[in-house]
């Protein structure tokens, strides 16, 4: 291996009682895509934010080039040459690109257009100077990222997870310009928890795990379950199993659902269509952004249609689009929205609280006044039921790691014993255990004669899961597509609003 | 008619505390910094340049000492609401509080005393307009915040120290991830809120009314603050707020004078329900108050 370009030595970084990073050392050659593999909260985050100078280390020893490097703010880092693309972007949504740009980078604004251009078409980075960031789409957001990056000429570049946000077809865009820049020049640290990726393109990697160093290897020498033993210490879980079932009654049925929101960057829906039916699992794929927000509140029932309209929205073989959320409660839905925090749960309540806030119909109240015995034996069984790692009933949802929590507001709703189910964004930031875990249940669930709806970002996820998938893109829901017929490149021809010529 | 010349000719006057502490209120919310003190900070500026005119200092280095007094009140709020992160509502009501009884004491002394206030500069030609040139003949401190007006708005519309301000206001946690100061950010734009402030109190006690009562500052920092809101953080809305309410309160005098028999306290209350409510239904556009509409207003940053 050539000299490094950079190496860390013994960087530890902890918070309170958490040790994010414990004695973490590596070495990024130049040239070189190397991985950063770890599953989440892991602690990749924070050394990336420890090597950008957005956190400085409480010990141990950063080399660039050789000469110790001591980083006081990412302006620092940025001038030796290092450059960051965070997984939620650090771009200004009401300026356009162009004054995003120009906040970082230097020079005249003629001048940067006309490089914005040139790498553009260099790199594949083709982006409108002169849009709003808030009209672009989530993968056109990340080309700024990156071109507002290399204006810079850096000679690292941090990805942290950044094909979470694209489509399969995206993903090998994004790859196309990497391999670019590391012939560029370039070295690229790149984040991610997915496996097969990091061997398609990464020639180093790094695997932390619980905040340590557990290998570094050359990924294409290894398999996916070499990879995934270093990373979670053992093999992926295999998916769980489905009973074939045959479909009963029709639970959800969205007709022609049209929408518009008020919000000038909320996403119109037209002509939405989908039916789900008992004992089955329908996915619906596609990036946020798309609508997934409009569809959640329309179907949680936190935006009310028109009494007119109300027919576009069916639970139970009802009409329920006129109808708010605790009506459509009453007739058997249960919702798990994708904040967990703000919308599923409330951070500063005890979890028993947090029970009472959905699952007040099952004897929690009495006569208008809480029942708290009754309130805390049910949490009680939540926590024992659905293995929730937490002190007990009394514990605040804000102390509560993500997948916990999750696991706990998922209990939650499924103690309702729903006859339709939706779930938006499930396992979104949850380690591998508590996503498996959910992911059986909602299998058992189903086995059980439940109607589930998942929205999901995660493709795999919707593959492992699902009977059928259907994607939305820009508003519009494509037709059902059946997992078993299905190959992830036709989902992502959907994400791209291609999937008709295909 | 003369209703007419008198308002026209009037108003500008009459918008310039508002209008001079309303663009100072401006950078600071579009930085993200909601300071609620400028009642204090106008009326601590008002006082000190009083005294300094009244002792003969003239009236520029009594608008420098008042710019300055309501400078340095400013960074004491912003030493509570951005040093300590303490709630920017809470400190910024304290601030006021405490710029209200300095001012009174300073100007204990003084009460019911008067200076002299400014000569009018008038624009050759235009002034001798009919019924408009009233328009053409104001004090140096009108023209100044009619300059001051383009200036701000030019500012942000075009320079780096515009961006940077609305940068930080929209999302500090980004600009701070990109390696800009957010706090230093934050604490120069509330200084230019107080050195405003500061301008407006000076205006209204040493040109607009050079005469000191205690508490003559009588509510305009308080419509100053809602002219940033219901002017959805647009400089040129503002002004025209600012336009607004001083016509309507010189309407309300010309209606006096007329003999219109209403009662006094309605005609008193009249600019500011006029202003309220024009503004209101303009700021009623919610795609307008999300584009323009400081996401991060009030809310602490801890790097």
Sequence with gaps: MAAPLLSLRGISKRYGEVRANQAVDIDVAPRSIHAILGENGAGKSTLMKLIYGVETPDSGEMLWQGVPLKLASPAAARRRGIGMVFQHFSLFETLTVIENIRLVVPGQTRALIARIRELGTEFGLEVDPHAHVHELSVGERQRVEIIRCLMTDPKLLILDEPTSVLPPQSVDKLFDTLLRLRDGGVSVLFISHKLEEIRAICDRATILSAGKVTGHVDPREHDAHDLARMMIGRDMPEPPPRTPSEPGETMLELIGLTYTPDDPFGMPLKDVALTLRAGEILGIAGISGNGQAELSELISGEIRLPFENREQVQMMGEPVGHLGPAERRQLGFAFVPEDRLGRGAVQGMSLARNSLLTAHPLGLVRHGLIAMAQATEFTRRCIADHDVRTSGAEAEASGLSGGNLQKFIVGREMMLAPKLFFLAQPTWGVDIGAATAIRQKLVALRNEGVAILVISEEIDELFDICDRIQVLSQGRLSPSLETRETRPEDIGRYMIGAGAAA | ?303
């Excluded at chain 2, 108003?11 to 400028?38: C, D």
């Excluded at chain 2, 000492?65 to 309501?70: I, P, Q, S, T």
Aim: proline share 4%.
């Design chain 2, 1 to 303: 008619m003369i209703a007419v010349e008198f308002i026209l000719s009037g108003m500008l006057a009459a918008a310039t505390p508002f209008l001079l502490a309303a663009l100072g209120e401006l950078v600071g919310e579009r930085a993200g910094v909601l300071n609620l003190g400028v009642e204090g900070l106008m009326a601590l500026g008002a006082a000190v340049a009083f005294i300094i005119v009244y002792h003969g200092g003239g009236h520029a280095l009594a608008f420098a000492g008042a710019g300055l007094a309501g400078a340095l009140l400013s960074l004491l709020f912003a030493f509570a609401a951005l040093g300590l992160q303490a709630n920017q509502v809470a400190a910024g009501l304290a601030i006021g509080i405490l710029g209200q009884g300095l001012s009174a004491l300073f100007g204990k002394t003084y009460e019911s005393l008067t200076v002299k206030g400014l000569p009018k500069l008038s624009v050759p030609g235009l002034a001798d307009l009919p019924v408009v040139g009233g328009l053409f003949v104001q004090d140096p401190v009108v023209w100044l915040s009619l300059a001051a007006t383009p200036a701000i708005w030019a500012t942000f519309a075009f320079t780096k120290t515009g961006l940077l301000l609305r940068a930080v206001g929209e999302n500090p946690k980004a600009a701070h991830s990109i390696g800009y100061p957010v706090i230093a950010i934050r604490v120069a734009a509330v200084a230019f809120g107080g050195l405003m402030s500061g301008f407006a109190g000076a205006y209204a006690a040493t040109v607009y009314t050079p005469l000191w009562a205690d508490g003559m500052i009588a509510g305009r920092g308080w419509i100053a603050l809602a002219l940033v809101v219901f002017g959805t953080w647009l400089t040129l809305r503002i002004f025209w707020g600012a336009c607004l309410f001083g016509a309507v309160s010189l309407a309300g005098l010309a209606a006096q004078a007329g003999g219109v028999e209403l009662p006094s306290q309605l005609l008193a209350s009249m600019p500011y329900l006029v202003t309220i409510v024009v503004l209101g239904v303009i700021s009623s556009n919610r795609r307008l108050l999300k584009l323009n509409g400081v996401a991060s207003l009030g809310e602490p940053f801890k790097p």
